[in-house]
């Protein structure tokens, strides 16, 4: 599961685990995911804002 005190990097490196993807083939389908815009502030600093039942919904898995 993800570490959801910290959790962008444990997002991150369990997306790029699973898919293979790195760069911005992964960072931007997810920030359009979770914040559905392109362009925004560090989503490191705004996914603990954002939330874990807020983010796993917006990600489809609720």
Do not use: C, V, Y
């Not at 993800?2 to 997002?11: F, Q």
């Not at 997810?30 to 039942?53: F, V, W």
Request: aromatic share 4%; glycine share 12%; net charge positive.
């Amino acid at each position: 599961g993800i570490d959801w005190s910290d959790p962008w990097p444990a997002l991150t490196g369990a997306l790029k685990q699973a898919t293979g993807r790195k760069g911005r083939a992964l960072f931007l389908p997810l920030r359009l995911a979770l914040t559905g815009r392109e362009h925004g502030p560090d989503m490191a600093a705004l996914l603990p804002l954002i939330g874990k039942e807020n983010a796993l919904a917006r990600l489809g898995k609720e």
